[in-house]
């Protein structure tokens, strides 16, 4: 199944992204409802790679 990772990864991003916004997750670094945007930094990042390592298989 091609891209399932990258949906997956897309889902549960923008799922913790939408938690973040309604009561912060209390990690390091996410600790006020204003972080959200670096969820979307790593989502882009982990999406990036999961797009690349499916390139090279």
């Known amino acids: 199944m ?19 916004l309604i009561k912060p997750i209390g990690v390091p670094g996410l600790r006020r409802r204003r972080d959200f945007w670096k969820m979307a930094v790593i989502a882009l990042a982990a999406i990036s790679l ?8």
Do not use: N, P
Not at 2 to 20: D, F, P, W, Y
Not at 50 to 57: M, N
């Open 50 to 57: 999961a797009a690349l390592a499916g390139h090279f298989e």
């Open 2 to 20: 091609k891209g399932g990772m990258t949906k997956i990864l897309s889902l549960a991003i923008a799922g913790l992204m939408v938690i973040q």
